[in-house]
């Protein structure tokens, strides 16, 4: 008789700063990037954040008759499917998880050409919703209902449920049919949004400009992954901050590498090693920039190139902490 293997959850990397202009959505898209290009990872990025860069990089953006970003319709959706219009949302992006719908992620232009094959190397993306995160914190702690703005049922009424629910749809085994980790971009706003994302995490990285503002809150940061370690919520996997990350450094500024020289130096436990760190490249900046044509990876460059030299070391640290050697 066949004994069946139950699959394990997945690790899910957490990009997390509460300060904005730090670079988390590259370097987000960085890792992705590399663990599928490099590493041959099936790769789900997530994105929960409100200004939803992630979701403009990989898959685009909608704007509604108001001029509000939305998210863009999924190309799988059928109207005319009973099953869709029951349990998925034309637009199908994260948020929808908190009102008992499911998912659809977009396939990017990194994977295979077969729409079937879920055994390849690729990067998928959820899709995040400005309106969505809106309504959500919006309806925290209110009866049960529908939402008077959207009309969608109100699963999730109470902070608890909202910061759990995350880290269950993250921790679910069937996502490991068809993904080996998840990599979520999370907004620098402190709300019960953020900490869903702490939750739902089992690694977390913070990027950080080297400039005063950037760091500013890198201790109440920290503390807030130590406490989240003691009180877990949605997923039972400890989390692992890996560290601190130097994000759009100009190394011909004295100023930039006193700064992270400072931050080592304050947080010896809680920083990526010395020397790595994210480049203000034109290959780098050049992703920063919005309404511009994507331009090709790094991650297909050649490794001689300089940004591939600096980049590679940083993202085979990460993949090694989070997947190991396999």
């Known amino acids: 008789m066949a004994i069946e293997t139950r699959l394990k959850p997945i690790p899910a990397i957490l990009f997390l700063n509460n300060k904005g202009g730090v670079a988390k959505t590259t370097t987000s898209s960085l890792t992705a990037e590399s663990l599928s290009i490099i590493y041959g990872k099936r790769v789900l990025l997530i994105d929960f954040d409100g200004q939803m860069n992630l979701t403009a990089y990989w898959v685009g953006q909608d ?5 509000d970003i939305i998210p863009p319709i999924h190309p799988d959706y059928d109207p005319n499917d009973e099953y869709d219009r029951e349990t998925l949302t034309e637009r199908s992006n994260i948020t929808d998880i908190f009102y008992g719908k499911a998912v659809l992620p977009h396939p990017t232009f990194i994977g295979p050409e077969d729409p079937d094959d879920i055994l390849s190397a ?5 899709s995040g919703s400005r309106e969505g995160m809106i ?3 919006t309806n925290i702690n209110k009866d049960r209902g529908h939402d008077l703005k959207t009309g969608r049922q109100q699963e999730i009424t109470t902070q608890h449920k909202l910061i759990k629910r995350l880290g269950e749809f993250c921790s679910d085994p069937a996502l490991a049919e068809q993904y ?9 706003t402190e709300s019960p949004l953020f900490h869903a994302a702490i939750q739902a995490s089992t690694h977390i990285i913070s990027p950080y400009k080297p400039e005063e503002f950037s760091v500013m809150g890198a201790t109440t ?20 901050f890996l560290g601190l990350l130097p994000s759009l450094v100009d190394l011909g500024r004295g ?4 700064t992270i020289a400072e931050v080592m130096s304050d947080f010896p436990d809680s920083h990526f090693p010395e020397g790595m760190m994210i480049t203000n490249t034109t290959a780098i900046s050049s992703r920063q920039r919005k309404n511009t044509q994507k331009p090709d990876s790094i991650f297909s460059l050649p490794p001689s190139q300089m940004v591939r030299k600096r980049c590679d070391p940083i993202f085979a640290h990460i993949k090694k902490e989070v997947l190991g050697n396999d």
């Open 135 to 137: 309504d959500i914190l």
């Open 63 to 67: 704007r509604n008759a108001e001029g």
């Open 221 to 240: 940061l920290i503390n807030g992954v130590k406490n989240a370690r003691l009180s877990r919520l949605g997923r039972s996997e400890p989390i692992r």
């Open 122 to 126: 690729r990067v998928d993306i959820i």
């Open 255 to 258: 100023l930039h590498e006193e």
């Open 180 to 188: 080996d980790v998840i990599v979520i971009d999370s907004g620098p």
